[in-house]
């Protein structure tokens, strides 16, 4: 174990040529950011109008291959406002899986909705549509106006599946779950923007998908979200929701529903769209580190998690599959002491306070994985 530590410590520095500390995920801005940033202060647009937030909204379309996209202030108000025009509503269940960011249940919870924390596959790491089947042949009736839950008699009103660290889930059979049970998929692709399944992107498959431009992820507009459908009408309705409701009027304020204001801002805009044009190279890039990354931990005998053979993973997070709980802690503790910052995996939704008494199936992947799976620096860096 101390060498495989000692190997780890090394190997990672000679990549990254740094004796500091080692973070987990840094930005890179290496492209027209300043540029365009500048451009809205000069243009006096910096806030909830202007030409980046219209050209961030065509970018993010066409990079999810989806016909609408809505600029949002963050990721979780994206989910919160995707899964209300779902349908989701006070007291529906939807379903996701425990092994998560918070954001995800906590986007339920926003809509009154009450989550159902389902298994996730060992191999994604994301929502398992074998566990979805056997919840629904188990639990769930389709009726007039939906998908109900027999047992609780709430409705079953959405499938929220997260792509963890941007492995996508398999979708094909996901998808065929929820259709034969009239339940609409909305994605949390938060994490995984640009990779790709069967050569299509994430984001693209459900009703809505949603992504997240916080400073961590993969590109950032420093805080930002956004939602994307292939249904048109559904996209003006999102704008219109999280931009206060607000009918169109040269002078009037007449807003017609209780909307949000979501809105992303011009100058976070000018920052995103700066960096999707690096998004591709960006994932090269950490590609070619998963790939040394894979070389290196083979040989010392440790998984490092690899894309499954129908998708292009981003690699926004790069983790390794430790032996047991106790092989982690170390690793976490030892790697961490010596500057090089590594994360175990999410605590399991139910074990916080206010997700303890939400329904949940057998958790037997979920909990492996918990006991083993460690983040490991996983930042775009050009030499
Ligand atoms: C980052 C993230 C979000 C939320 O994004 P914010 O922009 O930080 O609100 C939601 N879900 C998952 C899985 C995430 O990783």
Known sequence: MSDLIDNTVSFIREYFETKDVIPLHVPRFIGNEKEYV????DSTFVSSVGAYVDQFEEMI???SQ??????IVNGTSALQ?????????????????ALTFVATANAIRYNRANPVFLDVDRDTMGLSPEAVKQFLEQYAEVREGGCYNTKTGNRIAACVPMHTFGFPVHLDELQAVCKEWNIP???DAAESLGSLYKGKPTGSFGQFGIFSFNGNKIVTAGGGGAIVTDEVEAGQHAKHLTTTA????DYEYYHDELGYNYRMPNLNAALICAQLEQLDRFIENKRTLAGKYSDFFEK???TFRTENTDTKVNYWLMCVELEDRKQRDLFLEETNDKGIMTRPIWQLMYR?????????????NAEYLEDRIVNIPSSVYVK
């Open 66 to 71: 989806t016909t609408s996209g809505v600029a």
């Open 246 to 249: 607000k009918k169109p009027h």
């Open 352 to 364: 916080l306070p206010m997700y303890e008494n939400c329904f949940r199936d057998d958790q037997t």
């Open 38 to 41: 500048a451009n809205t202060i």
């Open 81 to 97: 406002v995707a899964l209300r025009l779902a349908g989701v509503k006070d007291g529906d269940e939807v379903l996701t899986q």
């Open 300 to 302: 010392e005998g440790v």
């Open 185 to 187: 998929i909305v994605e």
């Open 61 to 63: 379309a066409q990079k």
